[in-house]
């Protein structure tokens, strides 16, 4: 009877095991689905300056894009987001275009006409012109040109404020080139004299603000400096001083390299510094049209591909920078991508598929998704030990096996003795059972083995369960492909007219998930 109760209570306890191992796998894992994070990436584009460029590549870049937001792989960031947060690190790259060049400069000379004509309209057509100016260099790289065109515009309207006698708006105006252009902003000899001699007044004004440096270093050294547009005298490393608090637009060119303009602020009695590498910054292709990164070739991109892809990815705190673009080799052309690793700065694969140059294919923009994705939703993208659904089952199985091998081994244990002991003589007790008959005591000797053979059976797949979670816990089988795939980029699979809920007839589309 003892026999018995032990049995059952080590029974029970086998049952408990199984479920608390069972359950507690499938909440851990539940547990992590809910706290992990789709991977994040953003895509560029990438161009290979001994490749034809072909129009295409924005397009078929965009339409990769809108495929991966299909899926719940990934999450990605879209392009204006982007340049949102680039224009955030001062990496402003885009460029005036001759249009707009001559829209600002045929409305500077209108109001230029007016103010020599002595016309009542001259400061409003230049506090217009000031204002489009003003947008325009929110958004592109100020240069010597654009540069100069702003200069002009204030000039001409402290020159329309001199003829009007506002002697007050004269000084505001003056102490605001000053302050965005500098202390030698123009030729006071060129100048009209009673502009100067306000000027020189601001000058000693604001001669006690002017103990802003900023120190300028590039990579590699020996860059021109442009400050605000304008050129300097000196080249990098370089330290600029006696300049007034504010925001200072500086920029570097070494050669055909350009770098991004960058708004350093500067700040009275303290030293700002400006690092460039100039390598890098020629590469950002982040204005107009384009979005993305240029290199001369493949070889230069496989040299600096991924440290440059990864800067912008910390800038912009994705997991993983995609560059795609189009490439035409002989008469055929392929959409290739490249994926690039932010956290290690690896380039981890690089892939391509067939295409048009003249259209988007969007199977092969597909196609392309897919194998850039590939390895996130094949292995989980971030999967961690303790999200391994298998794993957790298999361990389940394991101390389960285990734990009812040991029972039934001891079971036998105990049945063995009594057939070895204590039934040399009947009536004897086995298993707790009672045995008075020689076909019973067989019949407790056949019992015994078959208590043996599930007891080894029992440890046999515990210790195997045991080693195959250990295993699923370090490896990750990944499932089928195929399904995977389906999964991981829905597809519409129909579109037409479908019978709504109201009655009425309308337009539906299925897809598959």
């Not at 953003?42 to 300056?49: A, I």
């Amino acid at each position: 009877m003892k026999s018995r109760v032990a049995l059952k209570n080590c029974r029970l306890a086998t049952l408990l095991a199984t479920l608390v191992v069972t359950l507690f796998g499938f909440t851990s894992v539940a547990f992590a689905d809910t706290e992990a994070l789709e991977k994040a990436v953003v895509v560029f584009e990438l161009y290979l300056e001994d490749s034809e460029t072909l129009e295409k590549t924005p397009a078929y870049t965009k339409a990769l894009v809108k495929a991966l937001n299909e899926s719940p792989n990934v999450a990605v960031l879209g392009r204006s987001d982007g340049e949102k947060l680039l224009a955030g690190q001062s990496m402003k790259a885009t460029r005036a275009t001759d249009d707009q060049y001559a829209e600002r400069e045929q409305a500077l000379n209108e109001a230029t006409n007016a103010v020599l004509n002595g016309d009542d309209n001259a400061v409003s057509l230049l506090k217009k012109s000031m204002r489009a100016l003003t947008q325009l260099a929110s958004s592109v790289v100020v240069d010597e040109k654009l540069h100069g065109i702003f200069l002009k515009n204030h000039m001409l309207l402290a020159q329309a404020y001199l003829d009007q006698g506002e002697k007050s708006r004269l000084k505001d105006i003056l102490e605001k080139v000053m302050r965005h252009f500098g202390p030698q902003a123009f030729n006071e000899e060129e100048t009209h004299p009673g502009i100067v001699k306000v000027w020189k007044v601001i000058g000693q004004e604001l001669k006690a603000e002017a103990t802003g440096e900023v120190e300028v270093t590039s990579n590699p050294p020996g860059a021109d400096i442009y400050v605000q547009g304008k050129r300097l005298s000196q080249k990098t490393p370089a330290t600029l001083k006696n300049l007034l608090p504010g925001e200072v637009l500086i920029q570097l060119r070494k050669g055909e390299a350009a770098s991004i303009a960058h708004m350093v602020k500067v700040k009275k009695s303290a030293k700002a510094s400006l690092a460039i590498d100039l390598k890098f910054e020629k590469s950002l292709r982040i204005s107009g049209d384009r979005f993305g990164l240029s290199f001369a070739n493949q070889a230069e991109f496989e040299a600096n591909g991924a440290q440059f892809a990864s800067r912008l990815g910390k800038l912009l705190d994705v997991d993983t920078v995609l560059l795609v673009g189009l490439r035409a080799k002989g008469n055929k052309v392929a959409f290739a991508g490249a994926s690039v690793d932010v956290a290690t700065q690896t380039l981890t694969k690089q892939v391509q598929v067939e295409a048009r140059a003249n259209v988007v294919v969007r199977s092969r923009v597909r196609d392309l998704a897919w194998l850039l994705i590939r390895d996130f939703v094949m292995t989980g993208g971030n999967t961690v030990w303790y999200k391994k659904t298998w794993g957790w089952v298999s361990a389940g199985v394991g101390l389960t096996g285990i734990i009812v091998g040991s029972v039934l081994r001891a079971d036998y244990n105990e049945r063995l003795a009594a057939l070895t002991g204590t039934c040399n003589k009947l009536p004897c007790d086995v298993g707790g059972e009672s045995v008075r008959t020689q076909a019973e005591l067989q019949n407790a000797a056949d019992s015994a083995e078959l208590v043996e053979g599930t007891s080894n059976v029992s440890l046999i797949v515990g210790g195997l369960s045991i080693v195959g979670s250990v295993l699923l816990f370090i490896l990750d089988g990944g499932g089928d492909e195929a399904s995977s795939r389906e999964k991981a980029l829905p597809s519409l699979q129909s579109l037409g007219p479908q019978l709504l809920q109201d009655g009425s007839l309308g337009m539906g589309a299925s897809w598959r998930f």
